[in-house]
C-alpha cells in the first residue's frame, strides 16, 4: 500500500514538480470573507462555526498538479478549500471539490491512476479505467456539464460522508455541499474554448471589485445504506433532505502568501463534525496534504 509521501512524488510524477509549489492544485487564488450559520445549524452541529458568524480564508483551485492548467479543461474539477477562524488561535477547514465524488476510491487505486498518467503511455490510462470503473464516475459526471465561467459560478462539494453530532449527541450522516446564492454559471463548449486558459482568477478579482460572491453551505443527510467508505460513489441527492447550514461571503482577494503559508487539512474538523473513520481516501489525505506542505515550505 501506497504511503502519504509515495501519493505526493506519484503526484509528482503524473505532473511535474515544482518547486515552492502544491505537488496538487497549485493554480488558484487565494481569498477571504466569513461564514454566517443558519439558526437551525446547531440542531445538526455543536461545531464553533456553526453557532456564530465567523471570517474565512478560502482558496480556489484546479484540481491535478499542473500550475498552468487550463481554466477551461472540462474534465478538471475546481477547488474550494476553506479555513475558518474560531478565534484563540483556533480553526476548522473544509477542502471540497467542484464534483460530487473523487476520481479514485483507495490510495492503491489512486496511484496506479497516477503511475499510469506519469507513464505518458495512453494505453496504461485505458488498462487503469477499464480495471476501475469507478474512478469513471468523476470524469463522467463533469463530461454531462458545463465549464464553470468562475469560481463563484459552481457547486462544491466536501464528497466525504460526515458524522454531524450536536450539544444532545445526536448523530447525523451528511455531505457538505456548497451552492452560489446567484445560481450556477456554464459556458459552452464553444464559449470555453474562446475563453481560453486564463481566465477564472481575473473573472473572480473583477467580481469582487463589484460585489461579494455568496454561497450557501448545505448539508446533504444521509439514508440507511448509504455507502461511508467509497469517495467515487455517488449519493443520489433528489430524494433526501437537506439542511440549510450557513451563508458563505468572499469578499476580497488575498497575497498568494496568506494561503501558501500554511496547509488546509481534510482532517481539521472542529468538536461535532467528524470524518469517515472506513474511508481510506479521507484517512491519507491530511497526511499526504502534511508532505506537500514540508516539502513546498522548505528553503
Ligand atoms: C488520495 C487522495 C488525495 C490526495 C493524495 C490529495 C493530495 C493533495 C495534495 C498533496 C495537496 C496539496 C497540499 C498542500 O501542499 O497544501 C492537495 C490539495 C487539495 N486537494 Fe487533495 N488529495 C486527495 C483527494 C482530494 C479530495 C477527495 C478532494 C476534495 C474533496 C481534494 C481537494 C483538494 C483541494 C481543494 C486542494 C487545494 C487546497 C489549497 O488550495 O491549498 N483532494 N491535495
Known amino acids: 500500500e501506497p504511503g502519504p509521501a509515495d501519493l505526493v512524488d506519484a503526484l509528482n510524477k503524473a505532473f511535474g514538480k515544482y518547486p515552492h509549489k502544491r505537488a ?3 493554480k488558484g ?3 477571504s470573507g466569513d461564514f454566517n450559520p ?3 445549524a446547531p440542531e445538526l452541529t455543536k461545531a464553533p462555526q456553526f453557532a456564530k458568524s465567523v ?3 478560502g482558496r480556489f483551485s484546479l484540481a491535478g498538479g499542473n500550475p498552468k492548467a487550463p481554466d477551461n479543461d472540462k474534465g478538471n474539477p475546481k477547488g474550494l478549500a476553506l479555513r475558518f477562524d474560531l478565534g484563540d488561535g483556533a480553526n476548522t477547514d473544509l477542502v471540497m471539490i467542484s464534483a460530487p465524488v473523487f476520481v479514485a476510491n483507495t490510495p492503491q487505486s489512486f496511484f496506479d491512476l497516477l503511475t499510469a498518467k506519469a507513464s505518458g503511455d495512453a494505453d496504461k490510462v485505458e488498462a487503469y479505467f477499464a480495471a476501475h470503473p469507478e474512478s469513471k464516475n468523476q470524469g463522467t459526471w463533469l463530461k454531462e456539464r458545463l465549464v464553470p465561467a468562475s469560481y463563484a459560478g459552481v457547486n462544491y462539494w466536501g464528497v466525504h460522508a460526515f458524522t454531524l453530532t450536536n450539544a444532545d449527541g445526536k448523530e447525523t ?4 455541499k456548497l451552492l452560489p446564492l446567484a445560481g450556477e454559471d456554464g459556458l459552452t463548449d464553444e464559449q470555453a474554448e474562446a475563453k481560453g486558459q486564463d481566465f477564472l482568477a481575473g473573472e ?5 471589485e463589484k460585489a461579494p460572491a455568496e454561497f450557501a453551505l448545505v448539508a446533504i443527510i444521509g439514508q440507511d445504506g448509504d455507502v461511508t467508505d467509497d469517495a467515487t460513489a455517488l449519493w443520489d441527492e433528489e430524494h433526501r433532505d437537506k439542511i440549510a447550514l450557513g451563508r458563505l ?4 482577494v488575498e497575497p498568494d502568501g496568506t494561503c501558501d503559508a500554511f496547509s488546509f487539512l481534510p482532517s481539521n474538523v472542529a468538536d461535532g463534525v467528524a470524518g469517515p473513520t472506513d474511508d481510506p481516501i479521507f484517512a491519507i489525505r491530511s497526511p499526504a ?3 506537500s506542505f514540508t516539502r513546498r515550505v522548505a528553503p
Do not use: Q, S
Not at 204 to 208: E, N, P, W, Y
Open 24 to 26: 496538487a492544485h497549485p
Open 249 to 252: 461571503t468572499i469578499d476580497a
Open 204 to 208: 473572480l478579482k473583477a467580481r469582487l
Open 29 to 31: 487564488l487565494c481569498v
Open 55 to 57: 471570517p474565512v480564508i
Open 289 to 291: 496534504y502534511i508532505v
Open 173 to 176: 450522516l451528511a455531505k457538505f
Open 38 to 40: 443558519t439558526e437551525n
